[in-house]
């Protein structure tokens, strides 16, 4: 017997055809899947009623895989086949990895993406990210009852081009349709349908296990917009935990543990942050492999004490981020809470001081970004009415393309919304010119060297014409995941190449903000160095075009106007070596002006050439 | 003869109201599709229509159109779990025979 949920308003499905939708909170500690029911976003527990998923992998000798609490279990037994925190390596190169020499793991700098040599053979992490994903792809499917429709996968908001395929290849190759990539924190302000307020500005503090964001939206028109992020991607509930065990070893002056009693008196600290979120006090009470007894009182007070700077650590990046927004407290609407370690009483009352104003807790801060992404997936499946609106996205960095010298033509600019596409049209630099190369890439900087290099493809076919002839329309089209393909098509010949973007190489968050930063901080020097490109550019074509033309027609020119042309070639070359660009734009108008005569006598010599031999019936017809 | 509901299905049924924000009860419907020719049809009710029959059960109203109600007259709509799943669950007397999946029936 099936068990029916209750529909909206004329929007039954037909009986097993019901379009069953998922949310997904894939986490670098813990990942959650949710789903709508009756109305009611909820997350799906397991056998044993947990609803948290470790995000751990295990790769045994004999090809078994074992994925959450089993891997976990071996985490420090079999530290090198037992892969946690998978979701730093999505989409990253070995060199992008921060201290990857002190992780247990054996990794392979394979191009593009780092792979692992495990027992079962090497794996990439799409590969190990599959293996979590299809654990919440069968509870959901069991939780159900059907095989679901699509997904909704969420992503932290910093993720570029390169990680957020990695997500979606990870999330195909566990046979779920991806309906959408939602950023984290947007996901986490509709859980507390933010969405349907009109508009405002939100911050979202996400303080997880191992990472700290800090997100500043902006809900526009159904926007989410992403104003700034920032974080600490080494700061988490686990260095809470650390400051206790410290604070006990002190206490209890314990001499050097080893290795069991490390971890029994960590997993004791755990329970004593935990306990201390809902009582003033507790005791910390441990029997040691030694014998010896440790017990302690603690209170709520000592807690917040050992952990204040860790708390203040999340402060400075939040400032950061309200900064780069250029915004104050003053200007933000609400404040949601993320991550269970916001569960503690003393992190709530910090930002609420520095934000002036109670922060947003009412949902559990572990499963909140999982609830809004099955909000949005049971909207994108089409469960609901057509006036609930679809929630748009931005992108996050301008994606452009590499013109001549180096410079960046911008596409589609920041924070456009996604699904979105736009074509520029593009041309030929040279005579006879029949390829042309394409180098994408995302950023704010005017100079390709400063922005990072997606991908790089070829149109070859160009029919030859005059420089300056072809009309080649270059599409940038972005679909609802912020993923990029790109096309070009010369117009009057049709012939066409186009790229999926698939980028080799991640940026970090502080990446991002940077070259965020970068791009205000060096508006000026930009500006600078893009008229000189393009000074040099156009003084390069200069330069060829009249040493191309003295060469056909030199026989045209008097000695005095030869050496006249000459000395302005020299001039202009001088001032091509240096980096005035207005000395170079005035050298470029001095050798124009040397050859304006030369180029009129070339013209008639053209036509005359032209005319000579032939009947006046010929031509004038 | 009237369509009921168990305590369990109602304190969900007012949850998930709550919860939505709106509406004024729960539609009980049956349509003529599915793999042994009716189905049922559980909505929110956020308005009543001309006709329906009205039903009160553990503080939820419950609103069937005539026709539907021949079909389903002395339902109980009970809330289950099974395994992983949970959900509503029709009791309906009038069923002659259902497909494996209890989506569709017969009369």
Sequence with gaps: MALLQIAEPGMSAAPHQHRLAVGIDLGTTNSLVATVRSGMSVVLSDENGRPLLPSIVRYGADGQIQVGYEAQAHQCADPQNTLISVKRFMGRGLKDIPHAHEMPYKFIDAPGMVQIKTAAGIKSPVEMSAEILKVLRARAEKALGGELVGAVITVPAYFDDAQRQATKDAARLAGLNVLRLLNEPTAAAVAYGLDNATEGIYAVYDLGGGTFDISILRLQKGVFEVLATNGDSALGGDDFDRRVFCWVLEQATLTPLNANDTRLLMGKSREVKEELTTHPETRFTAMLSTGEMVDLQITSRILAEITQSLVQKTLTPTRKALRDAGLTTADIKGVVMVGGATRMPHIQRAVADFFKQEPLTNLDPDKVVALGAAIQANVLAGNKSGEDMLLLDVIPLSLGIETMGGLVEKVIPRNA?????????????????????????????????????????????????????????????????????????????????AISVKPSYGLTDDQITGMLAASRDYATEDMLARALKEQQVEANSILAAVAAAIEADGTLLTPEERA???????????????????????????????????????????VKQALTGQKLADIST | ?????????????????????????????????????????????????????????????????????????????????????EGFKFNNPNVKDACGCGESFNV
Excluded: W
């Design chain 1, 417 to 497: 919304t996604i699904p979105t596409a736009r074509g520029q049209d593009f041309t030929t630099y040279k005579d006879g010119q029949t390829a042309m190369s394409f180098h994408v890439v995302q950023g704010e900087r005017e100079l390709v060297a400063d922005c990072r290099s997606l991908a790089r493809f070829e149109l070859r076919g160009i029919p030859p014409m005059v420089a300056g002839a072809a009309r080649i329309r270059v599409t940038f089209q972005v679909d609802a995941d912020g993923l990029l393909s790109v096309s070009a098509r010369e117009q009057s010949s049709g012939v066409e190449a």
């Design chain 1, 564 to 606: 006249a042309i000459v000395a302005s070639q020299n001039a202009l070359r001088q001032a091509l070596a240096g980096t005035d660009h207005h000395a170079l734009k005035a050298a470029i108008e001095a050798l124009n002006h040397a050859t304006e005569s030369f180029a009129a006598r070339r013209m008639d010599a053209s």
């Design chain 2, 1 to 85: 003869m009237a369509i009921t509901l168990t305590e369990k299905a109602a304190t969900h049924v007012k949850n998930y109201i709550a919860k939505r924000g709106k509406g004024v009860g729960l539609r009980l419907a049956v349509r003529t599709t599915g793999c042994s020719g009716l189905a049922y049809v559980l909505e929110f009710a956020d308005t009543t229509n001309e006709g329906d029959m009205a039903f009160e059960s553990h503080g939820v109203r419950v609103f069937v159109d005539p026709k539907s109600l021949a079909y389903i007259d002395g339902t109980e709509l009970d809330y289950a779990r099974e395994g992983l799943n």
